[in-house]
Every structure is written in C-alpha cells, then in structure tokens.
C-alpha cells in the first residue's frame, strides 16, 4: 500500500441488482453507503455494478439485466463480472477487494491483494466449502450477531459489522396515517402475504412497496401469493419508491410490518422505520429479534393472528422512543468507521505475515 493514508477500495456488487441509494436490495444499500463514505472521507472509491448503478466514485459498468434471470443468464453476468474485476485490478492500485454477491464464488479473481466478502445473507445460502476452505486471502464478515452465531467452522471469519443508516435522511415530520407498510423485495421469503392476511385481520389498510426481481420464482410468487390478495384500493402494491416516497411512507405509516420466513440476517427497512418514529412488527427471524426491542420499539409476534393484534396496539409505542433507539444503535457512522478499521488491518496483515489463526487475532483486535 504506497499511501498509508488513503485507502483504495474496489467494491464488488452483485451482479442483478443496481447499486443506488433508493435500491431495494440491501446488500446494494451498504455498498452504495460505504462508496459515499470512502469519497466523502477522500478515498478512492471504484464500484463494479450493474448498468443503471449510481455511484459517488468511480462506477465500472457491467450488463444489466433485462430479461429473466435463469442459470445461463447468470453464467454471462459473471463472466463480465469476473472480466471488470480483473482489468480494473491490472489498470488501478488497489489495496482491498470487498465483494457483497452472494455468487461471490463464481468471479473471485487471482490477485496479490486481500478480498473481504461481506455475508448478507444467511449463511446457509453460499457454497459451503468456500466458506470453510476459502482461497488464500479471502476474509469473511457477518452483518449482525445472529448471523455470527449462525456459522460454520470458518477459519477467515472476522467477526461481524452491525448494518447501519443514514438517520439524518430520515428526519421527516408527518402525521400519521391509518395504514400498515411493507417495504422491501417481493419475494416468498419476505412473507408478504402474511402482512396481507394479518392487516386484513386488524381492518387496517396495508400498502406493499419494493421491487419485483426478474426471477421466475419471485414471479410466480407474486402472481399466486400476493396478487389475488389486493384490491387495489385497502391492501395495494405500489412498486419500487425512491428514497423520498419511501421516507413519507414510513414516517406516515401506523406500523411496518416485517413478517420473514427465513433468519433475517440484518434488516435496513426496520432500521429506517424505527429511525422515522415507526413501531415494527416483526416474526423473530434472525437479526430481527436482536432490531425490534418488543413492547419497546414494536412487537415480535409468532403468527398472523399475533400480528392482527399487534398493529392494533400499534399506537401504544412511542415515536420518540423509537427515534432515540435508532440514533443510538443504528447509526451508519458506525458502521463505516468499523468497515474502515477492518480494510486496515485486513490490508496490513496481509502485507506483513501469512494467514494464520495468530493473524486471525491481530486484526479481530486490532
């Protein structure tokens, strides 16, 4: 590393989903925080992503996907991606390469720098043995303690980074409204159609907001799960919203409802809500125990019939409570001086001794 000051970060995107602050994804909202920080802070900041990315450094552009995603779709994405990592590897110093696919796996490049994957999801999701033999120079981190608590034998595990917001972008005062909020990926595992079924329960409105993703079972999903269930004017899905929408949704909204099928392994939408002075209703999936302080900032409920009765009582929890909460745990300064911390001490462990359980130790402490 010629500059011991600066940092040079090439961050590595999944290659289906755009990497832009009013993403749906996220995975491409972490990144697209720490590419601000690193520039904001007088970094260099390169960014691999999907056309149609919006980055504050400088953005190398892959193919975006206009189709369907199937396993040959995939195979192509890859492929450039691999071939983007690679040259801008040969064209531009860098000290760290920080990967945020899951198909990390599938354009992991040869190279004399350190790679720090970020785990988003929950680890049972990536290929095993490159999570318990990795290639020499990949570290791992988790986004949250369950995740942590989750894993396998990992030899380059370092620990986990808590996931964080930006809370003054969601310093909105409204009034609030007499409808329920869901926000996020349509997808099974996100359990939307649970939040339908429960508000319809309440007799409260509900309004579902994110992004439907070119896979085939996210279609299918959306057309036997979600779609019979509206009706376009009480329970309605309004499709992806841009930061500002998103911002009024949820400091309007009576509740969010946060139903997950699958352990959360962090959950940024929860974040903004409690951040915005919105209580969050939640299954205890995952990270969302440990986001949802129960009858405090919201409520952890175990069924649709416990989430009816939850958005009912919804009123009970206090919008300042839920503010302070979020400015003290939530905070995306945080997490960026602790990603910082971590691409310095990967980057001189590294240069300085071979990987090894004592080299493990230094950089978990520093």
Sequence with gaps: MKHAGKLNILSVAFPFAPVRTDTAG???????????????????????????????????????????????????????????????????????????????????????????????????????????????????????NSQY??????????????????????????????????????????????????????????????????????KEYYNSEILPRLDGESYKFIGPVGLEKKKRLLSAAKCLLVPSLVPETSSLVAMEALACGTPVIAYPAGALCEIVEDGKTGFIVNSIDEMAEAIKMADKIDPAVCRRTARKRFSSEKTIRKYFNLYRRIIADFNSAPLRKESKKRILNG
């Design 26 to 144: 996220g995975a491409e909202q972490v990144l697209a925080m720490i590419d601000e920080a690193l520039c904001e802070a007088g970094h260099n900041s390169t960014v691999i992503a999907s056309e149609g990315s919006c980055v504050k450094g400088r953005l190398i552009k892959t193919p975006g996907v206009k189709g369907s995603i199937d396993p040959n779709a995939a195979e192509f994405f890859e492929e450039h991606h691999l071939l983007a990592i690679e040259q801008a590897l040969g064209r531009r110093e860098i000290d760290l390469v920080h990967m945020h696919g899951i198909d990390f796996a599938q354009y992991i490049p040869r190279t004399r720098v350190p790679i720090l994957v970020t785990l988003h999801l929950p680890l049972s999701w990536y290929p095993q043995d490159k999570l318990t033999n990795p290639p020499e120079g990949v570290y791992f981190n988790c986004v949250s």
């Design 149 to 218: 608590e989750s894993r396998p034998e990992m030899p380059t595990l370092l620990g986990f980074v808590d996931n964080g917001v930006k809370l003054k972008n969601f310093k909105v005062s409204v009034s609030k409204h007499n409808y329920a909020l869901s926000l996020g990926r349509i997808c099974w595992e996100k359990g939307y159609h649970a939040s339908l079924d429960a508000a319809k329960k309440a007799g409260i409105p509900l309004i579902i907001a994110g992004e439907l993703f070119p896979y085939e079972y996210h």
